[in-house]
């Protein structure tokens, strides 16, 4: 409008009025950032699978080979391990980009951090809970779980992780800035994670027994449909309220 | 609407302490405006308050005359920040690091720009070696290309200068002269003796108040 501003247009240093279109472009940035850090340190992305399949390899040796009592506990058992796995590996969610600095960045930029944090646990999920959930039907015939359960059990797995992954990154991102904040995270979130737990065994059960399955997803997914509308909101909320404390 | 940053009896007590009381700022186009004091002044809680990183301070802040509740995104789309933790990811290359910071920032992802960049702060050679083998320095000179990758009127650097070797500080030194000049605005904490301008201003903290003198 004024002369003033026209030298600043000219200027290197031009102001922005608002953020460009940029926000699919960062997000798939961060997407992709996350990926090749993951796989650049692979022994992060395995520590979870690990945990699962030793702790469902001891199992039958810890309690009893007896295949008629491997298969009445083998849903619960499956879904509480892989849990357990998942929790696990969330504690270093944010906390990398705490220590280098990297989250004090992801804060200030223009883009929505509801949607950067998305891109973030979306990664964890693709690197955690999808591959426990493709791992878990092998696992499953250790614990001799009955055949025509092993499809229900994946896909319960894949939706259910899906909403551990996005209700326990909003409690790594209100313990990021604690030094030990691991235990702190696991009681925070586990109360939570209940529901889910509860369906996705239930989802197991039900096919063994013969039940209709269809159920038990519907009510993981819609707690995933519910997860994803609002965890995020909740994840930059609790992000800022720890950068900032 | 013009580059001026603003702050009305800015007050940020920790632990018992005031950090600093009363402290009016009028930050405009052109300055290089340099906090100084001693350690544990506050310099860094003020760069952070002044960034709108921290909200746990008394008195208002103004970002082109707009309170900054209100024009929040538009500083944040002005605002390019350094702080303490250079924020570069050891695991991955000063080129793929560099690439999310574009992202982020809304430029179009363009490999020539951010090899410029870093031709520009002297880490030819460097561009695919992970940035966890690069010295500290040039772990630093990663984070300061992205002054040259995304323009950015409003600068806000927290001890930029740590680690960097003599030739680069003379250059960094130049390079924030020249974006005073062309009509961008400097916010920095060094321990650094800066060459004297006739757009560097000081802003002393500690002993509770703040002094805006030349």
Same mark, same amino acid.
């Given at each position: ?33 996350? $990926? #090749? ?31 008629? #009592?491997?298969?009445? %506990?083998?849903?619960?058992? $499956?879904?509480?391990? /892989? ?43 693709? #690197? ?18 009955? /055949? ?10 894949? $939706? ?33 994670? %209940? ?5 996705? /065994? ?6 063994? #027994? ?11 997914? /819609? ?23 | ?41 506050? &310099?860094?809680?003020?760069? &952070?308050? =002044? ?7 008394? @008195? ?28 570069? &990811? ?17 430029? &179009? ?15 030819? @050679? ?20 992205? =002054? ?57 903290? @500690? ?8």
């Amino acid at each position: 409008m004024t002369a003033s501003e026209n030298s600043l247009n000219r200027a290197a240093a031009a102001l922005r009025e608002e953020p460009g279109d940029g926000l699919a472009v960062a997000v798939w940035a961060t997407l992709k950032r996350d $990926l #090749l850090l993951m796989l650049r340190r692979r022994s992060e992305v395995l520590n979870p699978l690990v945990f699962f399949a030793l702790v469902i390899t001891l199992f039958p040796i810890g309690i009893s080979p007896d295949p008629a #009592l491997l298969a009445a %506990i083998a849903p619960g058992l $499956l879904w509480v391990a /892989a849990l357990l796995a998942a929790l696990l590996s969330l504690d270093s969610l944010f906390r990398a980009d705490y220590d280098d600095g990297s989250l004090e960045q992801l804060l200030l930029t223009p883009q929505p951090l509801a949607l950067l944090a998305l891109a973030k646990v979306a990664v964890h999920w693709l #690197l955690t809970g999808l591959p426990l959930a493709l791992m878990a039907p092998v696992l499953g015939i250790m614990l001799s779980l009955p /055949a025509g359960s092993y499809a229900v059990l994946a896909i319960s797995l894949a $939706l259910g992780s899906a909403s551990l992954s996005l209700i326990g990154a909003i409690g790594a991102a209100l313990t990021v800035g604690l030094s030990r904040g691991g235990v702190l995270l696991s009681l925070l979130v586990l109360p939570l994670y %209940i529901p889910v737990l509860i369906f996705g /065994a239930g989802a197991v059960q039900a096919a063994i #027994l013969g039940d209709g399955v269809l159920a038990h997803l519907a009510i993981l997914g /819609a707690l995933l449909a519910l997860a994803l509308s609002l965890a995020p909101l909740a994840i930059a909320a609790s992000l800022r309220i720890s950068i900032n404390g | 609407m013009s580059l001026r940053l603003q702050a009305q009896s800015l007050a940020c007590e920790r632990d018992d302490r005031w950090l600093f009381r009363d402290l009016d700022l009028d930050i405009r186009a052109g300055e290089i405006v340099r906090v100084e004091g001693p350690n544990g002044s506050g &310099k860094t809680t003020l760069l &952070k308050i =002044l960034s709108g990183q921290l909200a746990d301070y008394e @008195g208002e802040l103004f970002w082109s005359e707009r309170p900054m509740r209100e024009a929040r995104e538009s500083f944040l789309a002005n605002l390019l920040y350094l702080g303490h933790a250079p924020g570069v &990811k050891a695991a991955l290359t000063p080129l793929e690091n560099l690439a999310w910071y574009q992202a982020l920032s809304g430029e &179009k992802p363009s490999e020539a720009a951010r090899f410029r960049a870093l031709e520009e702060v002297g880490l030819v @050679g460097f561009e695919d070696v992970p940035a966890g083998q690069l010295s500290a320095g040039q772990q630093r000179r990663v984070a300061l290309a992205r =002054l040259i990758l995304t323009p950015r009127a409003l600068w806000v650097l927290d001890e930029p200068f740590t680690a960097i070797d003599r030739d680069g500080v003379a250059a960094l030194e130049r390079r924030l002269v020249e974006h005073a000049r062309s009509g961008g605005c400097v916010l920095v904490t060094t321990h650094h003796e800066l060459t004297p301008c006739a757009e560097l201003r000081r802003i002393r903290l @500690g002993g509770g108040g703040a002094d805006d003198g030349i």
